[in-house]
């Protein structure tokens, strides 16, 4: 099954490699809310690392996009964090290096997980009239990306406005067999096929208040089961 598995590009293009076998950070050696002790395995990506590797993908944007105005395209509500912190990056380099860079920031809403099980039907909510997007650069920011079937639904919406061009920032991809061939352009961490929340992930809407991106434990998933 190995070979159906995304190769690991570590430095490139596939974002830093996080490895199956890395058994993560304890989490006593951070602290998280403490109404969280319990519901949490161990800490795979520390909030610091997420702020600085966010840095770098905002400059990789700035490089390849800053010279036309861009639509942010947030997907919601997993995206909102590193939406946001992203959109703070790029708008800091782009005072740093006296550019200006028109941003207009859109959310749309995608639903597909029932507890960690990924649901057959995509909904996607807010994203009726998305014409404005017809001519202009977008960006597409997404926290996680695993089989790409959620992806590749909103390409196709998104394409169907005719946008001079769409690019894909994507915080984490995960390992999981079967993933499409299509990867975002921008890659924040390559993951194991684990459940993590935290950064905005959640489950069942809990955990969006947790920095760390972090491993979900049985207990937990036990405890905030639908
Ligand atoms: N965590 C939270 N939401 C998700 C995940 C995950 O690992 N995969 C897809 N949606
Ligand atoms: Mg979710």
Redesign the pocket.
């Known amino acids: 099954m190995a070979d159906v598995f995304i190769k690991p590009q570590i430095g490139g293009g596939g974002g830093i490699v996080i490895d199956d076998d890395w058994p993560g950070y304890s989490l006593d050696l951070f602290s998280y809310p403490a109404h969280y002790s319990g519901d949490l395995d161990c800490v795979v990506v520390p909030h610091g690392v997420i702020v600085d590797r966010t840095e770098r993908l905002a400059r990789n944007i700035m490089d390849d996009l800053g010279d036309h105005d861009i639509v942010v395209l947030c997907v919601l509500k ?1 995206g909102y964090q590193f939406c946001v912190d992203l959109v703070d990056k790029i708008k800091a380099l782009s005072r740093n290096s006296n550019r200006t860079l028109p941003m207009r920031v859109h959310f749309i809403r995608l639903k ?2 029932l507890n ?1 099980q ?1 649901t057959e039907d995509l909904h996607i909510v807010g994203a009726e009239d998305l014409s404005f997007l017809a001519g202009k650069n977008v960006l597409i920011v997404e ?2 990306v ?1 089989t790409g079937k959620t992806m590749n639904a909103l390409l196709k919406h998104v394409e169907s406005f005719s946008p001079k061009l769409i690019k894909v920032a994507g915080l ?1 991809v ?1 390992r999981v067999p079967h993933n499409s061939t299509c990867l975002p352009d921008y890659v924040g961490f390559e993951i194991p096929d ?4 935290g950064y905005a ?3 069942n809407e809990y955990f969006r208040d947790l920095n760390h991106i972090c491993v979900i434990s049985e207990s937990g998933k036990t405890k905030y089961k639908i």
């Open positions: 997993g597909s997980y960690d990924s926290a996680i695993g984490l995960k684990r459940f993590v929340v992930l959640d489950y």
